[in-house]
């Protein structure tokens, strides 16, 4: 049997940027997607600790190291700049694997949203 697990999670991370003219996706710094084990065209699961949404989108690469966190299309909607969002993915992993799983979970700094050494 397989079950979804949270695979990967960026924590508190702070919305730079709402683009509303762009065909969708979240926009991700790419020293957070690597530290966080995730991908360019990953499905992710967002939710917005200001006002309580919740919705998903997928990736897209931001510049590596700028800090950028950047809604776009149709999401711009859902979040304001400076925001502090969780943005998390998950796996399909069987039962029994899913047991002794750890996640990758990271924390940057949410005023740069660099990561924090």
Known sequence: MM???LKSKIHFARVTEANLNYMG???IDEDLMDAANMIAGEKVFIADNNNGERFETYIIKGERGSGKICLNGAAARKV???DIVII???AL???EEAKSFKPT???PDS???HLVK
């Open 105 to 107: 979970i990271i924390f």
């Open 25 to 27: 996706s979240i926009t």
């Open 3 to 5: 079950i979804e697990m």
């Open 88 to 90: 998390m993915s998950f």
């Open 111 to 113: 005023k740069t949203n």
């Open 93 to 95: 992993i069987d039962f």
């Open 80 to 82: 304001q700049v400076g």
